[in-house]
């Protein structure tokens, strides 16, 4: 069997872990505050840095759709100029030829 004292011993010894414990947690407090602030700033900066890419990307999509879309316009309406200068060109032979 354990005597008194060797129960006060560990007790001592246990409540002298947990004195040093609580005191490195005071001590080191602001320190891990810091540290918990800090990765929170990070998280915070990597989500507005995500978003800001996010819309960056659609905004230069939207701008490239807008600018090929005139593209498309611009080269189909000058064919067609084109196509119907032949045409004018087509008929006045055919006329010629009919003469």
């Known amino acids: 069997m354990s005597s008194a004292y060797d129960k006060t011993a560990v007790?001592?010894?246990?409540?002298?872990?947990?004195?040093?414990?609580?005191e490195d947690t005071i001590e080191y407090a602001d320190?891990?505050?810091?540290?918990?602030?800090d990765i929170a700033d990070v998280k915070q900066t990597?989500?507005?840095?995500?978003?800001?890419?996010?819309?960056?990307?659609?905004?230069?999509y939207d701008r490239l759709w807008i600018d090929l879309k005139d593209d498309i316009k611009s080269d189909i309406s000058s064919t067609l100029g084109r196509l119907e200068e032949e045409i004018e060109n087509l008929k006045q032979m055919i006329e010629?030829?009919?003469k």
Do not use: K, P
């Open 46 to 60: 990597e989500e507005d840095n995500h978003r800001y890419a996010m819309e960056h990307i659609n905004d230069e």
């Open 11 to 22: 007790e001592h010894a246990v409540l002298s872990g947990l004195e040093s414990y609580i």
């Open 96 to 98: 010629e030829l009919q």
């Open 31 to 37: 320190t891990i505050l810091s540290i918990h602030n």
